[in-house]
């Protein structure tokens, strides 16, 4: 199921940036962008979420998760 479209954000969506800040121990000023992609290529999954924390003064960071 999608984790919805702005302008609303969904409550999964929500809790998934939530997660992302506790574990990585992120301060609520640096951004996490999450993303979820619809691929038509022959063998990837039909969808994956991509989750990226920019650097600010630090790492970048990425995760894709197929689903």
Known sequence: MPLGTRPGQ????RELRQSVRRLLGLDDDTGVVIRQ?????????????????????????????HT
């Open 10 to 13: 969904s409550p999964q969506l």
């Open 37 to 65: 992609l619809a691929c038509a290529e022959p063998g990837c999954p039909p969808l994956e979420t991509v989750i990226a924390v920019p650097p600010v003064n630090g790492q970048a960071h990425r995760w894709t998760l």
